[in-house]
């Protein structure tokens, strides 16, 4: 199957984008608020926003607020933490996902643990909290053991997430599937393929969705290489729908990994 297969049906007018923030938009930064919004970026973003009629949706584990700050008025909808918190369009309500929130012992005691391993960084999120732990990899497991050991007395309401150098507790009800079903329902979305790309584990759940309604799901290593390629390929798209909507989207550049095809969906 070439490479191009999931994208060759899809056009402007009846496409979607669904895009993780995140290893995908952004270069993965030490942490998380040191990232940087490469130029280039907004216009690509706000030109195919336009070219899709709105169609174009961030969906992140962050919270809405930071995708406002980082893309102030780009995405026309946002989903935040993972699903746990859905923008369908700009200025409207942020609508919550009813979902638990973690004891405070949890992260009292996740804070414990990051302040007694220099080099891990506990983030906190509005219903879960993070261990960082890129400048100190070798933790990584230990951190693992630890949260699960924490979470392991409501483990059917919480689960443990791998993200980049990381590990996330969040709770269960909520993920990127989820947000890409819920934001497909309504307007300028409803009707259209979805194109979900992302870059981590938590981003297969989008992929499937996306997938399942009749789109591509779309893994930033195996399709682009890395943020900057995903970045160039918005930035051809969005010349591209303009110039001949036939023509779009454009193919990745395959990256130079031996690149694993996506099933067919
Ligand atoms: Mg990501």
Redesign the pocket.
Known sequence: MPLSAPLSTLEPARSALLL?????LLD?APTPDLVWVAPGLTDALCRLRDAMGGALAVV??RPIEQVDGLLAGIPYAVAGEHGGAIRHAPGAEVVRVSLPTPPVEWVLEAARIADAHPGVLLEQKQRGFVLHYRAVPELGPALREAALALIAPQADRFQLME??MAWEVRPRGADKGSAVNTLMTEAPFAGRQPIFI???V??EDGMRAARALGGAGLR?DEWFGGPADVRAWLAQAAVTSAADPGAWPPTPVQPTAAATVLPPK
């Not at 993780?20 to 995908?24: C, E, F, I, L, N």
Request: charged share 30%; net charge negative; no cysteine.
């Open positions: 993780d923030m995140d290893g995908t993965i992140t584990g993200a980049l992302g870059d981590d938590t981003d930033v």
